[in-house]
């Protein structure tokens, strides 16, 4: 039952911060039983980690982003956020929220056992 729906600006300019929300459905964020991540696809290229969250607050990041990158969950509307700051045209992807099972710094795509529908976010001037 648990579904996720991916939120936010389809357009941000370079240099600023992006910032999506993951709403979930059917289940809190905070039972512990999954972990939270951002994932993305830039056009033409694979999917790309960008983190994870789990229940309890902590986050991994992917080490190519990390200093721009904030994951935070917001337990009373059961949501969690990506925010990117620093952007340019390079981020320019349709983004996906997902759960997977497992919290850690390591996860593959297998792993992922919920995905949202995905949002595109270009970043242009």
């Known amino acids: 039952q648990v579904q996720l729906q991916e939120s936010g600006p389809g357009l941000v300019k370079p240099s600023q911060t992006l910032s999506l929300t993951c709403t979930v459905s059917?289940?809190?964020?905070?039972?512990?039983?999954?972990?939270w991540s951002w994932i993305r696809q830039p056009p033409g290229k694979g999917l790309e980690w960008m983190g994870v969250?789990?229940?309890?607050?902590?986050?991994y990041y992917n080490p190519s982003h990390k200093s721009r990158t904030s994951i935070s969950g917001d337990t009373s509307k059961n949501e969690f956020s990506l925010q990117l700051s620093s952007v340019t045209p390079e981020d320019t992807a349709v983004y996906y929220c997902?759960?997977?099972?497992?919290?850690?710094?390591?996860?593959?795509?297998?792993?992922?056992?919920?995905w949202g529908q995905g949002t595109q976010v270009t970043v242009s001037s």
């Open positions: 997902a759960a997977a099972r497992r919290y850690s710094a390591t996860l593959v795509v297998q792993e992922y056992v919920h």
């Open positions: 059917g289940g809190p964020i905070t039972a512990g039983n999954y972990a």
């Open positions: 969250i789990a229940y309890d607050g902590s986050t």
